[in-house]
T-cell receptor, first 114, second 112 residues
Framework: DADVTQTPRNRITKTGKRIMLECSQT?????MYWYRQDPGLGLRLIYY???????NKGEISDGYSVSRQAQAKFSLSLESAIPNQTALYFC?????????????FGPGTRLTVL | LAKTTQPISMDSYEGQEVNITCSHN???????ITWYQQFPSQGPRFIIQ???TKVTNEVASLFIPADRKSSTLSLPRVSLSDTAVYYC?????????????FGKGTKLSVIP
């Protein structure tokens, strides 16, 4: 969805390096999420944020940190990258809706840690 | 959260109707059933959501029996562009949707 953008789209880094993945959205949604996807597996939730002052850990937050700089921006950091963090990372947004709360995903960032 | 079981993969010829069934035996009273579609190297995209009976939109239909222990996503007359992974998610909608779990999904391959 073009309303959710992620930078960079591809990144190769070395073990021990700090890296930041950025997500921006123009949908005006309050909720933002970070997922990772490994080959043959589903998506796993890393962190989520319901508004600028609210940050919550997901299923697999160890080794990751996030920053919600503004309603439209949600960054994911790997403080010291390791090879098993090689994966496809997705950012998503949703608007509070008591019925559907549909999530809208960005195009993904392919991260390789050597 | 309700655990879901769906086939790992399915093949279909172009023009056929495809039905993907998802089992969710321990679905809770306030759980909704949501399906997403994911193309290679893209993020998942919402297809359809339902609570009971039948829901239809411009893309698919969702059939949910009275006991809600399973659901079937129906794609009419598939084309090559429908080749994707389809995820069945069961859980609270709205405020609780962040708890939804994307499993391995069903990889649909449409054959010319």
């Amino acid at each position: 969805d073009a309303d959710v953008t992620q930078t960079p789209r591809n990144r190769i880094t070395k073990t021990g390096k700090r890296i930041m993945l950025e997500c921006s959205q123009t949908k005006g949604h309050d909720r933002m999420y970070w997922y990772r996807q490994d080959p043959g597996l589903g998506l796993r939730l890393i962190y989520y944020s319901f508004d600028v002052k609210d940050i919550n850990k997901g299923e697999i937050s160890d080794g990751y940190s996030v920053s919600r700089q503004a309603q439209a921006k949600f960054s994911l950091s790997l403080e010291s990258a390791i090879p098993n963090q090689t994966a496809l990372y997705f950012c998503a947004t949703s608007d509070f809706d008591t019925y559907t709360d549909t999530q809208y995903f960005g195009p993904g960032t392919r991260l390789t840690v050597l | 959260l309700a655990k879901t079981t769906q086939p790992i993969s399915m093949d279909s010829y172009e023009g056929q109707e495809v039905n993907i069934t998802c089992s969710h035996n321990n679905i809770a009273t306030n759980d909704y059933i949501t399906w997403y579609q994911q193309f290679p190297s893209q993020g998942p995209r919402f297809i359809i959501q339902g609570y009971k009976t039948k829901v239809t939109n411009e893309v698919a239909s969702l059939f949910i029996p009275a006991d809600r222990k399973s659901s079937t996503l129906s794609l009419p007359r598939v084309s090559l562009s429908d080749t994707a992974v389809y995820y069945c998610l069961v859980g609270p909608s709205g405020a609780g949707s962040y708890q939804l779990t994307f499993g391995k999904g069903t990889k649909l391959s449409v054959i010319p």
